[in-house]
């Protein structure tokens, strides 16, 4: 099946200092994944949808600037958390999107999720 | 109103018993739904997806789709301890799957 590898898997930093987390596609191509935050107690909110070869597009009112998504190939999607802050403390987690030829449909394969602290 | 909505719980339930999950979504072009259940700390596991009205059958699990309602549920049969975690309802809304708030479930031995 489809796997999707994310890295780190936590992650401490300092505030005002950036933090790069990747996700990988590992047996299949995604030409589209998408970037999820998840505060305690509360569900996945959708940041960004990422799209191979062309900038992504972000949900109202995510940050663009702050929340740099590069999509340079069909197998890996980074975010940067530029300049973060105590409140960018969050589970991060990323998803890619394949065509399931089993159900004729899009199937969408998370990765393990990067708990960011920032301190 | 939220595209995605579900009860948020908890719903307790005891061992052996059925658990019963619902969820509405806005969008009536949506064409597939999918359930995920998610353990505090981890990342959502898929359940089951489910794309035509009607019933889905996986061991255990029965996801129900009424696309005229804008209804998707969950049964859980036979509910067992290990079961406890949060079910999260996902919808494909023109292409990017938005959740629900999520349903904690807790079953008790």
């Known amino acids: 099946g489809a796997v999707v590898s994310q890295h780190p898997s936590w992650v401490i930093c300092k505030s005002g200092t950036s933090v790069k987390i990747e996700c990988r596609s590992l047996?299949?191509?995604?030409?589209?994944m998408f970037w999820y935050r998840q505060f305690p107690k509360q569900s996945l909110m959708l940041m960004a949808t990422s799209n191979e070869g062309s900038k992504a597009t972000y949900e109202q009112g995510v940050e663009k600037d702050k929340f740099l998504i590069n999509h340079a190939s069909l197998t890996l999607s980074t975010l940067t958390v530029t300049s973060a802050h105590p409140e960018d403390s969050s589970f991060y987690i990323c998803s890619a999107r394949d065509f399931t030829s089993q159900t004729g449909g899009w199937g969408y394969t998370f990765g393990s999720g990067t708990r960011l602290t920032v301190v | 109103q939220k595209e995605v909505e579900q009860n948020s719980g908890p719903l307790s339930v005891p061992e052996g018993a059925i658990a019963s999950l619902n969820c509405t979504y806005s969008d009536r072009v949506s064409q597939s739904f999918f359930w995920y259940r998610q353990y505090s700390g981890k990342s959502p596991e898929l359940i089951m997806s489910?794309?035509?009205?009607g019933d889905k059958e996986d061991g255990r699990f029965t996801a129900q789709l009424n696309k005229a309602s804008q209804y998707v549920s969950l049964l859980i049969r036979d509910s067992q301890p290990s079961d406890s975690a949060t079910y999260l309802c996902a919808v494909n809304i023109r292409g990017k799957l938005i959740f629900g708030q999520g349903t904690e479930l807790s079953v008790k031995p």
């Open positions: 489910i794309y035509s009205n």
């Open positions: 047996d299949f191509q995604a030409t589209t």
